[in-house]
């Protein structure tokens, strides 16, 4: 088992940056990818962003490819995800899975993800 919580959501205007983290406890040995998910009221969950655990293999999804960046502490178990240029787009619940599956090829999709957390707000004023 491993649990995922969230934090660093709020209440920002367009052009603001954030910082998200995630902190994993339990059988973090057990990860092979963490990545971050949004939800937008009325859409499905899109996917943002995911990094491999062991080798920090980064990916994005192309709505924020160069605002966006991923990282990981292995360290702390933790993962963040630094938000730059926000847009009111943005908002959204933030979810950060992690997947225990070796095959991380559908890092874009959140059907591999096993695990969840609850979400932290992201709300981007214009």
Known sequence: QVQLVESGG???QAGDSLRLSC???GRTDTMYIM???RQAPGKEREFAA???WNYAFTYY???VQGRFAISRDKAKNTVSLQMNSLKPEDTAPYYCPASTSPNTGMYYSPI???YWGQG???TVSS
Do not use: C, G, H, K
């Open 61 to 63: 999804a192309d709505s």
């Open 35 to 37: 990545a971050w998910f």
């Open 23 to 25: 902190a994993a406890s």
């Open 120 to 122: 932290t707000q992201v």
């Open 50 to 52: 995911a990094i491999t």
């Open 10 to 12: 709020e209440l920002v």
């Open 112 to 114: 591999p993800y096993d």
